[in-house]
């Protein structure tokens, strides 16, 4: 075993013997132990420490947070299922990291679902989510203290092709998580999806194991993908929004009055998250534009993706999803798309 390994592993274990410690005052002061993936640096990393400083703050110091950030305790499968078992209080990942509990929750990475924010951020907030969510909380004890904190919508870069129509893609290599979504998608672009660890991808690109790759602007320029990449295509194929969850055990713990303390503040972070992910996106892509990194292409026909992406959405609501699941999601769309 790696010995980066065997520090997670003794330092979660550490974790889970103080979680079974005894509690002797039900009204003593209550720490919180917060596992995320988001490193310095990280628009994230600041936003959840500013959340536990408020919730301390504003509950007078009865309620406390250990925070153990950069993935200290594992990637975020691990940290999922520590906080679905008690072993920590809260975690923060994306959606996608919960279709192994919850598999329709994968729905919201469809590729070239979304129009913008808002209409995700409306949808998931609403009345479609809530059978996937109350199935979270039943049977996997999470609960989301808000659902959708925002990461960033994902575009392709490519070695040496201008993509801007799906046919321009037929035949690439294009570096996919390990995940049936990403592989589907890529597939019937008519490329060929290859999984690629996230630490090897820029090597991949360099040695050209793979054509291109796919992650928000932000991701490209901290992982300086321009430096082995030519074309950037803002196709924002996919929306990544990740969400914060509490143990409901945990939750329960606290006071009526500390729980919406909790959540409130969640909230208040979730929508400056927001605000300054999508800032930075935006200087991020002018600063690209301007410097000649990387080649900009954003006359991209999405529409012609989201025509040739349908067969994989259809594929994963039938095989992963559920196509009740998936009619319900898309109605709250349209509904949505009709009031606007």
Known sequence: MKKTEIFKSTLAAAVLSLSLMPVHDALAKTNLRFAHGMGPGEVGYTMFQ???????????????????????????????????????????????????????????????????????RTVIDGAAFDPEFQILKEKHNLVPLTRTFYFGWRDFTLSNTEVK????????????????????????????????????VYTALQQKVVDGQENPVPTIQARKYYEVQQYLTVSKHM??????LINKNSLA????????????????????????????????????????????????????????????????????????????????????????
């Open 50 to 120: 500013e959340f536990a400083d408020n919730v301390t703050e504003r509950t007078n110091g009865e309620v406390t947070f250990s925070i153990f950030p950069a993935d200290q305790l594992g990637k975020e499968a691990d940290t999922l299922i520590q906080a679905k078992n008690g072993a920590i209080d809260i975690t923060a990942g994306s959606m996608a990291m919960l279709s192994p509990l919850v598999p329709s929750m994968e729905m919201v990475n469809a590729p070239f679902l979304w129009k913008d924010w808002d209409e995700a």
């Open 165 to 200: 129509k799906p046919e321009d893609m037929a035949g690439l290599k294009i570096r996919v998580p390990e995940n049936p979504l990403w592989v589907e998608m890529v597939k019937t672009l008519g490329a060929v999806p290859t999984p690629i660890p996230f630490s090897e």
């Open 239 to 244: 929306l990544q929004t990740n969400l914060i």
């Open 253 to 340: 713990r606290l006071s009526e009055e500390d729980q919406k303390i909790l959540f409130e503040e969640a909230s208040k972070i979730a929508t400056k998250n927001a605000e300054l992910v999508q800032k930075q996106e935006e200087d991020v892509l002018a600063e690209f534009k301007s410097s000649n990194k990387i080649t900009v292409v954003d006359d991209v026909d999405r529409d012609a993706f989201l025509e040739a992406v349908q067969p994989a959405n259809e594929k994963l609501a039938e095989s992963r999803w559920g196509l009740d699941n998936y009619k319900r999601l898309r109605a709250a769309i349209d509904q949505y798309r009709s009031k606007i």
